[in-house]
């Protein structure tokens, strides 16, 4: 055992469910195991760079937060603290705030930091590290679209709510003999999408990983009208990559929507347009990040953070916890940037969607 006796703890990028899980295991494990202070990092890195708004974490401060979405600690998917932008004489500059965030970390007495985010966060931490401070990250994202882990917390609740509004979906669509499309998240990967839509048994999903034809998702669609299908579930990942045909107006989509719905819409209009059915288009947004973490989820965030804190014990900085199988194992945070999990088009969750007849618009 190393004579570490502060570690901190920060949640960067976007918030999703299991976070304060994460925080309240590795909290416990921190103050029961090996008699540990634990210092919250407030709002990502901000509280290394404003060290007065980070607080200590103790067992009454994390009572009854394993059941809650979001995190106690506060996010930011802005402002990377190696590249930070602030305003000076009225003039904008980049900054680099490291020296900085050393010294308050020294000011504060950390001996580690358990940085829990996804591969954005994890770089920031990786740069860290390289720069000195002893640093462990925690993986998270609902996109699941990290390579180092099968699976990240968050995944699961975020396929819970997306499969439980397909379901509600399914009744009004079929009562109105309507196409009804959901777009999900999932940035560049379509795990969400093709996973919830499996689930919630869509008829098509279209996801970033697989290029498709607009007209032949309308000809599937008018084939189901023809056996007397009249209602059709298409599943949308925000990040789709549609053919020649749509391209250009789908970046015209995301520019005129940048936040949410550019990807639904478009194939709400296309479809609409070519099948002359009724359409209507529901984007999930938010929603998918919010609420009670799953029982998976909460499990898995509770594995993580232990597990976060025994390499801290063991003095494996640079590390990051990740589900390899059924094991939690460590494996180096650089392992974790960069490389993207995406859908595999001919791996066997793609290949049991179209045995049972899902279109994929290819
Ligand atoms: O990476 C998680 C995620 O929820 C993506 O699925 C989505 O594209 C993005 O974050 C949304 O980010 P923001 O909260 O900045 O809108």
Redesign the pocket.
């Known amino acids: 055992m190393t004579d570490t006796k502060t570690i901190g703890i920060s949640t960067g ?2 918030d999703c469910p299991g976070l304060n899980a994460v925080i309240r295991a590795a909290t416990r494990a921190a103050i029961l195991q090996y008699g540990w202070r634990v210092i919250g990092i407030t709002d990502g890195l901000d509280g290394l760079i404003w060290p007065e708004r980070s607080r200590e974490l103790t067992m009454d401060s994390i009572s009854g937060i394993l059941p809650r979405g979001g995190t106690i600690l506060g996010t930011t ?1 802005r402002g990377n603290p190696l590249r930070y932008k602030v305003t000076e004489n009225g003039c904008e500059v980049v900054r680099d705030l490291t020296p900085q965030i050393m010294e308050n970390a020294r000011k504060l007495g950390l001996d580690a930091v358990i940085i829990i985010g ?1 591969d954005g966060t994890q770089a920031i931490g990786l740069e860290l590290f390289r720069r000195g401070l002893k640093v462990v990250g925690v993986p998270k ?3 699941n679209d990290l390579s180092a882990t099968d699976v990240t917390f968050g995944f699961d609740t975020a396929l819970h709510t997306c499969t439980d509004a397909i379901d509600k979906l399914f009744s009004t669509a079929e009562s109105h003999h309507r196409i009804m499309v959901v777009e999900v ?3 560049d990967a379509g795990w969400i999408a093709l996973q919830a839509g499996l689930a919630g048994g869509a008829h098509v999903i279209l996801i970033p990983e697989i290029q498709f034809n607009i007209r032949k998702v309308c000809d599937f669609i008018l084939q189901r009208d023809h056996r007397g299908r009249k209602f059709t579930i298409v599943v949308v990942a ?1 990040g789709i990559r549609p053919g020649s045909d749509l391209r250009a107006s789908y970046e015209q989509e995301k520019r005129m929507y940048p ?1 949410a719905g550019a990807a639904g819409n478009l194939i709400g209009d296309a479809l609409g347009m070519h099948t002359k059915k009724d359409v209507r288009v529901t984007v999930l947004g ?1 929603v ?2 919010g609420g009670s973490p799953s029982p998976f989820d909460r499990i898995l965030s509770t594995r993580f953070g232990v597990e976060a804190v025994e390499l801290i014990a063991r003095g494996e900085f640079g590390k990051m916890v990740a589900l390899r199988g059924r094991r939690v194992e460590a494996v180096d945070i650089a392992e974790a940037c960069g490389a993207m999990k995406r859908v595999n088009p001919g791996g066997e969750m793609v290949r049991i969607a179209r045995a049972i007849g899902v279109c994929f618009g290819d």
């Open positions: 990028g976007g998917n996804g994202t609902i996109d998240m999932g940035r925000e936040r938010h998918q990040r």
